[in-house]
């Protein structure tokens, strides 16, 4: 089982089990150092395919949050040329550590059976 998660902007293909570093969780998604992210775009089950309208309704991701951690260093450097203008700037992203606990969907949600 599978599915595709989105978070941050950013699309993910999870399964349970996965450990990814996801942008900065909310706190109200985050209690007690588990999280459950419910914009899930698809998912694969054993026989079954669930597309989501974007989302797939009644699919949750549980996972547990392992670390806030920080990515890696990227550095930004502009200049014009004859004109003594140079800027040097630096960040950091805030990350989480997220490890999938389960995939969860409910059997009221729409079906499409896989050819």
Do not use: C
Request: charged share 35%.
């Amino acid at each position: 089982m599978f599915a595709i998660l989105e978070t941050g902007g950013k699309q993910y293909k999870i399964a349970e089990g996965d450990i990814l570093e996801v942008e900065l969780l909310p706190e109200e998604l985050v209690k007690k150092n588990t999280a459950s992210l419910s914009t899930v775009l698809l998912v694969q089950g054993d026989k079954d395919l669930h597309i989501g309208d974007p989302y797939v309704k009644n699919a949750k991701v549980k996972a547990k949050v392992l670390d806030a951690i920080k990515g890696e260093k990227i550095h930004i450097y502009k200049m014009k040329s004859k004109k003594g203008y140079r800027k040097s700037q630096g960040h950091r992203q805030k990350l989480h550590k997220i490890q999938i606990e389960k995939i969860e969907i409910k059997a009221s949600a729409k079906t499409k059976e896989t050819e």
